[in-house]
């Protein structure tokens, strides 16, 4: 590209000394282009700056050129003629230089061309200037150009060697790229190969993850549907807690309608407070009892833990022992093996012959040790079997007497309903009696003998009232008694429904739900039975501790005497060790005899070992079997003690579900209940570790019976293999004797017997294997079943203490609402006393005091349910202005007020209509005088006062009674009648 732009600026400068020679152009448009052409060699040696730099030397050449221009410019001013041959020659030898470097390298010609084309625009311009100002200009010597010439000749010259140069460089350049590119093509293969593996193992990883994603995205569909699943649940049990909140509704004001209608006689009440203290007296006994029982129970598990220590001690000791009776008889059998080769040798030996027959009476005096201890273990496991089935009588016993209690409950619900209604009949003849009451009207014109029958009447009447009231309060009482039984039972009812919401949440099943509370409906009235079916329980628990102490005593006395036994056992064996000694002095001293008839007959040796090594066999194999017997018999106990646990387990399974659905019928017993299941759930837990730390130790004997039934048959097959050898070796040499034949005889049928024994026991403990595993499932079944009841029983436990913390605030808002009322009540007690004293009539009103004195302090029946009225029916004569002993004033008696139409309370309250008298306060039917007139008119001004104290009392009362059951009477109306025990206003039917 760069020699392309040269060639572009030759020409043009070409172009521009035509066309200055050419023809005479104004001098405006030659600077343009001379300013245009100089631009571009500026920028032209802007972009060649790189390689001027590297070429040095042609810049001094430069610089010398430059210097011979501008001196032939200075020649030239004066000779204006020949200009225009010397560019012509200056520019043909530039030519051929430049032909002759384009040949030699192109950098050189480009270089020089371009000098060359500096000093030709100089040229240009200097006689450009010359021609304009009219000066001559000298001609250039020739010489001048022959050295010109001569140095780039010299410099073509260092130009050919250092490309020469440059080219060996660039071959070796090229080598070493060679080299490197191979050495890249190389790493660019492994490193594809790298990436390909690489690649591979990502795309496994990634299939990985899609099949991780496509789990996770089943697993969460699959949460979806159980989300939306547990949504509806929770849904249709919000609707069942609406459904079961409008039925506690109607139960609490059916409760409210029962409290107020309720009024029991007092029989019932009495008869249900004497069982509730009895009842509590038990319940305290019960408490010592089973404090005592467990602190016993806990006392009897540190002992039981005790023993069992002891136990595996003992057992360890005697696998030791058994180990060391193996070594024995081992031992012994190698004894008896060399006293027999000795008999054969020598028939003279009969001490040995005796020895050993001693050996072999011990030997069986053992084993019928050992059927003696399986014939005890037998017996054990039919004693617990009998000990389950009385322990099934006593519950079904138990159960007949929950139903007989049953029963009773069922009697005396309907003697209270019983009582109920004769409460209703009571209460009807109280109203009659009101209404009765109500109805007497006092005739203004009566004759004094008509007034004194009426106040006898009416005295009669009070009295008859009074007694009436008094039954009244006691029936009172006795309801109040019952209200708070039916609340009791309502808190209960409360329980049992959360506790079958609970168990609804748990099963997720309607029918169950509907079915458990059909039964919790029944069980209100098993509610009495359930405490006494807890005595029981605790009882069985007591006895059966008691019987499990005894088993563990037996089993205790039972060790000790298989100790005493084993170490007699121990004695015997080190007699025996003492008199193989003496026999193996002896028989080292046969031995050196021995020698040297050994080395006479040593192909019958090598046979003799050889059958002596498969009697050692034998022998061992004997001893292993035993040993098998032995694991076998343990194998059973051990499985007849998992039956006794599974048993167990199941007993207390159901005993954990009778103590969840046991109810607490009083606050009082809610610790105890507490207790005896903080103490059940411990005895379960500590049951659940025992029955798994024998599971473990059960799993690990039967592996190791297995390892050990595996290494029988190997080695029985290898022997049966070893003796068929022997047989034919023996048959190929001809050598076998009778004697030798009937031994080997007698032995093979001893394999086999001992085989099919081995395979059998095998096949038995396989089977035992399979039951064991099945039965630490269920086993495992039941604990996790236990779990479940202990988080509902913590459950329980947590809404009953929330119900205990709302009944606590109920029952400070009904003390709150206690003390408001005994404030309004304090305050119309000294309006009524206020009133009676404007009246005039505090005085009568003492002397009636004084003659009843069985007035009440109280006016609610629910805060007077403790108090207790003592009537007098003393008549007594008028003390004129005499007070109470106390000289204080007493309460007015409503009750006695309420008798009659002419008492003080309906005078107060209904007030002198038209200032008339009664007719007891009329002396005489004359004609009144003028003091007569002047009191009415004093007693019109005093009526006002005493309405408005009256009026206080009736807003008093309205405030008391809720003020939207009391209705606004007007004053003058008569019909209101002041009652302790009605609200409102009284309306006659």
């Known amino acids: 590209m760069w020699i392309d732009e040269l060639y572009r600026f030759s020409s043009l400068a070409c172009h521009v000394a035509c066309a200055c020679h050419g023809s005479k152009m104004a001098d405006s448009t ?82 020089e061309s371009l000098h060359q084309l500096s000093q030709q625009i100089n040229g240009l311009l200097t006689e450009s200037q010359v021609y304009m100002n009219g000066d001559d200009v000298n001609n250039t010597s020739i010489a001048e150009l ?130 509730s203290r009895e009842t509590a007296k038990e319940v305290d006994r019960l408490k010592l009892e089973l404090y005592k029982a467990n602190k016993s129970k806990e006392e009897y598990q540190e002992q039981l833990s005790e023993l069992k220590e002891k136990l595996t001690a003992k057992v360890s000791e005697c696998s030791g022992l058994d180990q060391s009776v193996s070594n024995l008889k081992k031992k012994l059998e190698m004894a008896e093996l060399y006293a027999k080769q000795l008999s054969n040798e020598n028939e003279n030996s009969e001490e040995t012959v005796q020895i050993l027959a001693e050996l072999q009476q011990e030997k069986g005096d053992l084993l019928m040790k050992i059927q003696q201890y399986d014939e ?75 007034n004194t029958e009426y106040k006898d009447e009416i005295s009669r009447l009070k009295t008859e009232y009074q007694e009436l009231i008094s039954r009244h309060e006691a029936q009172i009482r006795d309801n109040a008694q019952l209200s708070r039984f039916l609340e009791e039972k309502e808190e209960r009812i409360n329980e049992l429904e959360t506790t079958v919401n609970t168990l609804g949440e748990e099963a997720g099943d309607k029918a169950q739900l509907l079915e458990s509370i059909q039964s919790d409906k029944t069980a209100l009235s098993r509610a009495l039975t359930q405490n006494k079916d807890l005595k029981n329980q605790l009882a069985e628990l007591q006895s059966c501790f008691v ?111 009778k103590a969840a659905e046991i109810p607490k019928d009083d606050n009082n017993e809610e610790g105890g209940a507490e207790n005896k299941r903080d103490q059940v759930l411990e005895s379960l837990s500590t049951t659940i570790q025992q029955l798994e730390e024998e599971r473990g130790i059960l799993v690990s004997n ?93 459950h329980q436990r947590a809404l009953l203490q929330q119900r205990e913390s709302q009944k606590n605030e109920y029952i400070g808002h009904l003390a709150r609402d206690r003390e408001e009322l005994q404030g309004k009540l304090g305050q119309l007690q000294a309006l009524v006393m206020q009133l009676l004293g404007e009246r005039n009539m505090l005085h009568s009103y003492n002397e009636e005091s004084i003659l009843q004195k069985s007035t009440d302090n109280d006016i609610q029946p629910h805060i007077a349910h403790k108090h207790h009225h003592h009537p007098h029916h003393h008549h007594h004569h ?30 107060i309250v209904g007030g002198a209509e038209n200032g008339d008298v009664t007719p007891t306060q009329q002396p005489s039917p004359a004609p009144s005088t003028p003091t007569s007139d002047s009191q009415s008119n004093k007693s019109n001004n005093k009526a006002q006062e005493e309405d408005q104290t009256a009026h206080r009392i009736l807003h008093l009362l309205s405030e008391i009674g809720h003020s939207n059951l009391v209705e606004k009477a007007s004053f003058m109306e008569r019909n209101f009648l002041p009652c302790k025990y009605c609200k409102g206003r009284l309306m006659v039917v």
């Not at 000694?581 to 019958?604: C, F, P, V, Y």
């Open 30 to 111: 030659k600077k343009e282009k001379i300013a245009a052409a100089k631009k571009k060699l500026k920028q032209f040696q802007q972009k060649s700056s790189s390689e001027k730099k590297a070429n040095k030397e042609n810049k001094t050449s430069n610089t010398k050129a430059d210097l011979v221009n501008t001196q032939s410019e200075e020649k030239n001013k004066s000779q204006t003629t020949d200009q225009s041959k010397l560019p012509d020659s200056s520019g043909i030898k530039i030519n051929q230089s430049t032909t002759s470097v384009k040949d030699l390298s192109r950098t050189t010609a480009s270089t």
């Open 146 to 275: 022959e050295k010109r010439n001569q140095e780039l000749a010299a410099l073509l010259e260092k130009h050919s060697q250092a490309n020469e140069q440059l080219s060996t460089q660039l071959q070796q350049t090229k080598l070493y790229a060679q080299n490197i590119q191979n050495q890249l093509d190389q790493e660019r293969n492994g490193f594809d190969e790298k990436h390909k593996k690489d690649v591979g193992s990502l795309r496994e990883q990634l299939q990985v993850h899609i099949q991780t994603i496509g789990i996770l995205v089943a697993e969460k569909t699959e949460l979806q549907s159980q989300l939306g699943q547990s949504h509806r649940i929770s849904e249709q049990r919000l609707q069942e807690l609406e459904e079961i909140s409008g039925r506690l509704k109607a139960s609490r004001q059916r409760v409210t309608d029962l409290e107020k209608n309720v009024n029991s006689s007092t029989q019932s009440s009495q008869q249900h407070e004497k069982l």
């Open 376 to 450: 005890t273990f037998q017996k054990m496991s039919e004693e617990k079997e009998q000990i389950s089935y009385q322990y099934q009588q006593y519950v079904s016993q138990i159960q007949r007497q929950a139903e007989d209690q049953h029963k009773q409950v069922t009697s005396l619900s309907e003697e209270r309903n019983k009582l109920l209604a004769r409460q209703h009949e009571l209460e009807c003849a109280v109203h009659e009696l009101q209404q009765k009451l109500e109805n007497i009207d006092v005739p203004p014109t009566h004759t004094e003998v008509d």
């Open 547 to 657: 019987k499990m102490t005894n088993d563990n005593m037996e089993l205790l006395t039972k060790l000790q005497s298989g100790e005493h036994q084993n170490q007699d056992v121990m004695a015997k064996l080190g007699r025996q060790e003492d008199e193989l000694t003496e026999i193996k002095q002896q028989i080292a001293r046969k031995d050196s005899e021995l020698n040297e008839l050994r080395n006479m007959s040593k192909t019958n040796r090598i046979d003799e070992y050889q059958q002596e090594q498969i009697n050692d066999r034998l022998q061992h194999y004997e001893a292993q079997a035993q040993l098998v017997d032995t694991l076998q018999n343990e194998l059973r106990a051990s499985q007849d003690m998992v039956d006794a646990l599974t048993t167990q387990s199941s007993e207390l399974r159901a005993m954990l579900i």
């Open 702 to 794: 039967l592996k190791e019976q297995r390892e050990l039934s595996d290494k029988l048959s190997v080695r029985v097959a290898d022997l049966q293999e070893q003796v068929l050898s022997n047989n034919q070796d023996d048959a190929d040499n001809n050598r076998v004797g009778r004697a030798e034949f009937e031994q080997l005889k007698t032995a093979m049928t001893m394999i086999q017997d001992k085989y099919t024994k081995v395979m059998k026991d095998k096949a038995d403990l396989s089977d035992k294997a399979d039951q064991l595993e099945h039965l630490v499932t269920q086993l495992q079944g039941e604990s996790d079943t236990i779990g479940e009841y202990i988080s509902l029983y913590h």
């Open 878 to 907: 008028h003390h004129n202005g005499v007070p109470n002993g106390d000289g204080g004033v007493d309460w007015p008696d409503y009750t006695s007020s309420e008798d009659d139409s002419d008492s003080e309370v309906e005078q």
